[in-house]
């Protein structure tokens, strides 16, 4: 008889620890507030991400738009204005020295970012060293991408070019979009003609 008395209260006290949830709110927040704090930060990593691209694309509008008049600022070259007027557009969230900004001049439209022509000898589909090319960017080498460096002349075709590595705390967001050692590559590219102006106002 004992024995079960001590039983029945042995059982009854579990069942009373079970029923008791002082604490259980902590406990729960304790075990959410990681993945939630996660969350937030990526949400607004993500929205860094988005305005950052905006204004990269626009500055690159806006660098564009000048380049194609061939006009050049007293005091400076124009690639060295390109790059201000980049530089403004994304007023200081964009480190500057880190920015990949490329201008390369086409021989027309439907040639932005082709190959230098070839022959391909052993007819295995890419180009060989040793086989015969059309060296278009006048570098000495053949290239994948025919466009020669400069911002071009009156009427000359350019591709303007942004790549840039933005920083961002969670490296796992990072991984997720595709970028690595805990920056997402940001890019954007324009293609233009040149105005017909007067050879005298610009340059390569």
Known sequence: MMEMIKIKRKFGFLSRLWRRNEGAAAVEFALVAPILLLTIVGI????????????????????????????TPPGVTREEQITS?????????VE???????TLIYPSFAEVGQPEPYTDTNANGVYDVGEPYTDINANGQWD??????GVGGPGDIVLYKIKYNLPIMTSLLATMLGGADGKIQL??????????????????
């Open 187 to 204: 890019s954007a590219g324009i293609a233009v003609r040149n105005e017909p102006y007067p050879a005298s106002t610009g340059g390569t």
């Open 96 to 102: 500057m020295s880190e920015i990949d900004i490329q």
């Open 144 to 149: 994948a991408d025919m466009g020669a460096a």
């Open 85 to 93: 007027i980049i530089g403004d557009a994304t007023v200081g969230l």
């Open 44 to 71: 607004m990593e993500v929205a860094m991400a988005l305005i950052v691209s905006s204004l990269i694309e626009g500055g690159l509008r806006d660098a564009a738009r000048f380049g194609i008049t061939g006009d």
